[in-house]
């Protein structure tokens, strides 16, 4: 039986298409890949921010997910691991991005592996991968895979073939997160040491009548 993991991934891009959802994407692809090549099968869910803003913010006031929350928070706190990708405003993560991981419950991401990303319009912003979304993560006691990927305006023109910076910085950011995610429980498979399945006294009893 192929092993099988659930991925989530978060995307915070505002506009409609947006370079955060496209470097979501491929990083979503490589990682399938990835995962593939380990013999295991990916389940995607895909959380577009900018869907559900208003919600997000619902929630905050509060304190209650609405309905059509409800499934994202829950994809996320079920997910092998995560793909977390947000816009650079003012050096930092955006408003919406933040607020969906504080709607969070408490625990939702401790021991998860997730893989940071984001994008802006120049490469002066590609710190704040280390000085805003490593430590929010770490916060939270997810597991951060070692690459971070940045992707400025001009890093989606001609060099970015496959050999080139973004290509190779984003397939190994993908195997690190596929590594770790391999390396968690199959969901098919009982942990090692679990009890087994207890039969029910009233089945016991019309076996020993018959």
Known sequence: MTAR???????????????????????????????????????????????????????????????????????????DGLIAVTPIFSGSFSGLFKMFFDVL??????????????????????LALEHALRPLFSYLRAIVVPTAVFAATEDWGATDGPGGELARRIDRAAAELAALVAARPDRDRPAAGALPAVTPFEELLSGLSG
């Open 5 to 79: 993991r659930r991925i989530a991934v978060v995307t915070a891009g505002l506009s409609q298409p947006s370079s955060t959802r496209l470097l979501a994407d491929r990083l979503t692809a490589a990682t399938t890949d990835a995962l593939v090549e380990l013999g295991i099968a990916a389940e995607v869910t895909v959380i577009d921010l900018r869907d559900v803003a208003h919600e997000v913010t619902d929630h905050l006031l509060t304190g209650f997910p609405p309905p059509r929350l409800r499934p994202a928070v829950e994809a996320v706190a079920e997910a």
């Open 105 to 126: 419950e408490p625990g939702s991401l401790a021991g998860k592996p997730v893989l940071i990303a984001a994008t802006a319009g120049t490469a002066r912003h590609s």
